[in-house]
């Protein structure tokens, strides 16, 4: 026969937990558990007064998944440009690291819609990281036309290919940049919004003229190759397709920021979370599998390489002289 000692702490327990489910004002007691879940649930908060910084709960498992895939292809990215030392692919992968700084902000932001810290680091730097991209996308085609000895065959001399395009990127960080952290103020926000248009409308214009460029000195090319042009090493063809790849991404996702700004903060793509997700965050991973898959590093060691040679080939003609 067992038996059973019960002390006198244990049933001050129980008498006091009978005690709370019977004064709970609830219909049925296990609505208790349920009501106190959702009290925990994350809720949207006003910044001042009744000016919201967000038009929904950012979505904490999005945040978390693109996180983790920005922070591994950022990772690689930089493991890339170790092992190439094509230092001019760096901006791309500092890119990445704004992109991951920016799905950390929106993890921030699941239980902080209220904090304008919160929303001005995840709006600046998911704005600002596709901007790097570009910086990297338009030097590699200057190094892809001297990788090929081509530069009869670049509609701007080669000399300022990559200065005219770097420059109209740096100018759009700028515009981007300094409007984006106003768009968290509610006296401001109308006009940073406005001010982060004209800096994407920048960044597209710049996109346009590069693909154009790239496209003319593509058929030029193709009409008149170079002898360099024939170098399996280079396979110039290849790495221009990935330039073209990654541009359009970089600019279907500026042309959808554009109209995301443009129609305001009550327009549909944000007050809508999963537009961003699918015409920024989709399209920019993407766009740093390609880039990483088909990594332009070799460029630099041809280019080298080449260097190389001439000089050797200069120093024997001096030598011979």
Request: glycine share 6%; hydrophobic share 50%; proline share 3%.
């Amino acid at each position: 026969m067992d038996i059973v000692y019960i002390n006198a702490e244990s049933v001050s327990v129980v008498l006091s937990l009978s005690h709370r489910l019977v004064s709970i004002p609830i219909s049925n007691p296990f609505d208790y558990l349920t009501t106190s879940r959702l009290s925990k649930m994350p809720e949207l908060k006003a910044f001042r007064g009744d000016y919201y910084l967000w038009k929904y709960v950012p979505s904490l498992p999005a945040a978390i998944i693109f996180l983790i895939l920005f922070f591994v292809a950022t990772i690689f990215h930089f493991w890339k440009i170790h092992r190439t030392k094509a230092w001019f692919c760096l901006a791309f992968a500092i890119g990445g690291l704004f992109e991951v700084i920016g799905y950390i902000g929106r993890i921030a932001a699941y239980n902080s819609t209220d904090s304008v810290t919160v929303y001005a680091i995840q709006n600046v730097f998911l704005l600002l990281g596709p901007v790097l991209f570009a910086a990297s996308i338009y030097m590699a085609l200057g190094r892809i036309i001297r990788s090929v000895h081509a530069e009869k065959h670049s509609p701007i001399r080669i000399k300022w290919l990559t200065k005219t395009f770097v420059m109209g990127d740096v100018v759009s960080f700028l515009v981007q940049g300094s409007a984006s952290g106003l768009m968290a103020t509610g006296n401001n926000a109308k006009m940073g919004s406005n001010i982060v248009v004209a800096g994407l409308v920048i960044q597209v214009i710049m996109f346009g003229l590069f693909i154009i460029t790239s496209i003319i000195f593509d058929v030029r090319m193709r009409r008149s190759p170079t002898p360099e042009a024939f170098d399996e090493r280079i396979n110039w063809m290849s790495r221009l397709r990935t330039l073209y790849a990654v541009s359009a991404l970089v600019m279907i996702r500026s042309i959808f920021r554009v109209v995301e700004f443009a129609m305001g903060v009550d327009g549909y793509p944000l007050t809508h979370e999963w537009m961003l997700y699918v015409f920024d965050s989709v399209l920019m991973i993407v766009a740093m599998f390609i880039w990483g898959v088909w990594h332009p590093g070799t460029l630099q060691k041809c280019i080298k390489a080449e260097q190389q040679n001439v000089s050797i080939l200069t120093g024997g003609a001096e030598l011979k002289a």
